[in-house]
């Protein structure tokens, strides 16, 4: 059975940074992909970044790149988000989820965290 737990949210300011993490139980968990998606109230589950099994290859939305980085420790099955200069539209639930590949649809993973909040006041 996989469980993913997340951790590392909270309330900061415009500009200010936070680290997630999140990490994975079960069977064969460090041979799959890992991604961070976030949903703001009343929007759809976003794609934030993504990381290969080996951590070797990443993927940005847009709207993070400069500002995220994803990062992976294999030997203790956690990814982890650095958000720098945070800003208030980056407001939402940070959940992770755990797939064969690196997709970026959230339709495509079964495997999700219960999620994290993140707040960002202006």
């Known amino acids: 059975q996989v469980q993913l737990q997340e951790s590392g949210g909270g309330l900061v300011q415009a500009g200010d940074s936070l680290r997630l993490s999140c990490t994975a139980s079960g069977r064969f968990v460090n041979t799959y992909a890992m991604a961070w998606f976030r949903q703001a109230p009343g929007k759809e589950r976003e794609f934030v970044a993504s990381i290969t099994w080996s951590g070797g290859t990443t993927n940005y939305a847009d709207s993070v790149k400069g500002r995220f980085t994803i990062s992976r420790d294999t030997a203790i099955n956690t990814i982890y988000l650095q958000m720098n200069s945070l800003k208030p539209e980056d407001t939402a639930i940070y959940l992770c989820?755990?797939?064969?590949?690196?997709?970026?649809?959230?339709?495509?993973?079964?495997?999700w965290g219960q999620g994290t909040q993140v707040t960002v006041s202006s």
């Open positions: 989820a755990l797939g064969p590949a690196p997709w970026t649809q959230a339709r495509r993973y079964r495997y």
